[in-house]
């Protein structure tokens, strides 16, 4: 069986993880800030805070950015579901805006029509997502956030070690923090790295990093500094209210191993895109194929074709298991029953109709993608 997606384990990622189960530490120890030290020079940014999953990273992302109940927050409908829940963790109101049909990326130009027609202060903060690997222009932006005033957490859980090109022609990685208050990666299996689940929040501002820590135990801190009193060496305080979201230590390890091997990973997503590119390239029944632009990190490979379902299940036949990213969020019951409809994303819910993921993971080999080619070739043959 081909998946979409699958984790690659080496014989070293065991050895670290068993080094660590006959270690002192299995819970959050020094390997959690190796991992977060390493991770933060990977990206290129000051600061990392490992967590329990994408989804905690999120979660604490916009309780240290003050989301409150009623807050308006802008996202893309096409992404998975922690990208929009984070924001009603907290209370707040998640607000769509259409993709860009050219990239799937949330388009910018629809979240500056939201802007520019509603009252000044209405919107606290922007969640774009580097949607299958492919980057956000993340410094425009940056500019629009600043001229009206509003925070960005970028979801980077598609696009480890993906990068954009800025204005001055400077390579710029996602999450490296320049651009974002936050940004979030995930750690789960389908992901660039995996810790079987863990995620991570990147940024520079010390002051959130400060926050994150804090949240990400309870609340608790035991540093002197922080301290409101101190009645001796067992003294704590929680000081906000947290939760428990701690990467283990074990995790860490995995992480570690795995991030070494990294760029070699996104090497081979590249190269796994490009064939894929040019057997499907000028095919009458491919609706849409994306063009591999430099710093896409290749999360995904998407194609659209009108009979994406007839498709999906040719391959299932074949003992290939593609996928569809993703239902749009504004049409899943939970988000209808806030008023959002079909036909209120349109663009959207047009790429629904006909994407599909072919198998993507830096251990498919080349006969298996060959199949896979060989497969989706011969159902539009028909
Ligand atoms: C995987 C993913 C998440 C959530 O990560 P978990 O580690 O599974 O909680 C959030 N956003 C996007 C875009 C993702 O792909």
Known sequence: MIPYGKQHITDDDIRAVIDVMKSDFITQGPNVKRF???????????????????????????????VKKGEKVITTPITFSASANCVRYCGGEVIFADIDSG?????????????????KGTYKGIIPVDFAGRTINMEEFKKLADEYNLWIIEDSCHAPGGFFIDSKNIKQNCGNGIFAELAIFSFHPVKHITCGEGGMITTNDKKLYKKLLLLRTHGITKEPDLLKENHGTWYYEMQELGYNYRLTDIQAALGISQ???ANEGLKRRFEIAKVYQKAFKGKSFIKRLSVVPEGHAYHLYIIE???????????RENNIFAQVHYIPLHLMPYYRQFGWKEGDMPI???YYQHCISLPMFPSLTDEEQNFVIEKVLEFFKS
Do not use: Q, W
């Not at 490992?50 to 905690?56: D, E, I, M």
């Not at 949330?106 to 509603?118: M, T």
């Open 259 to 261: 991030l070494k091997r």
């Open 103 to 119: 990239t799937y990326l949330l388009d910018i130009n629809k979240v500056r029509v939201l802007l520019e027609d509603a009252p």
């Open 36 to 66: 977060e030290d390493a991770f933060a020079k990977y990206i290129g940014c000051r600061y990392a805070v490992a967590v329990s999953s994408g989804t905690a990273a999120l979660h604490l992302s916009a309780m240290a950015l003050n």
């Open 348 to 350: 959207a819910e047009n």
């Open 305 to 315: 074709v009108e009979d994406r379902k007839g498709l999906i299940n040719y391959l």
